[in-house]
């Protein structure tokens, strides 16, 4: 299995910008679609956002379409979110995680063979 890593959150003011990054190690990158999952306190974890393994379809969760993009560096092994127009109930843990299944990425979190340990994400009103 990849071996994932995510950075970058932290505590942003709503309507501010955050990037998160997810470095991967252990198997090659380019093998995996990406998709990045959010889970808020006492809800259960929800997909955000999927990118496939060369980075030339993405898909999204319909609240964050046109405020998120998800893009990704085979040659770094590392998947960004980029988050705009926060809001607060946007506050979560963001995770990404690694698909090896050919064709479009899932949006089930069941279909992602590797995850990483999470970033916490707080957006203030």
């Known amino acids: 299995q990849v071996q994932l890593v995510e950075s970058g959150g932290g505590l942003v003011q709503a309507g501010g910008s955050l990037r998160l990054s997810c470095a991967a190690s252990?198997?090659?990158?380019?093998?995996?679609?990406m998709g990045w999952f959010r889970q808020a306190p006492g809800k259960e974890r929800e997909f955000v956002a999927a990118i496939t393994r060369g980075g030339s379809f993405t898909r999204y969760a319909d609240s964050v379409k046109d405020r998120f993009t998800i893009s990704r560096d085979n040659a770094k092994n590392t998947v960004y979110l980029q988050m705009n127009s926060l809001k607060p109930e946007e506050t979560a843990v963001y995770y990404c995680?690694?698909?090896?299944?050919?064709?479009?990425?899932?949006?089930?979190?069941?279909?992602?063979?590797?995850w990483g340990q999470g970033t916490q994400v707080t957006v203030s009103s």
């Open positions: 995680a690694a698909d090896s299944r050919y064709g479009i990425p899932s949006i089930k979190e069941n279909e992602y063979n590797s």
């Open positions: 252990g198997r090659t990158f380019s093998n995996y679609a």
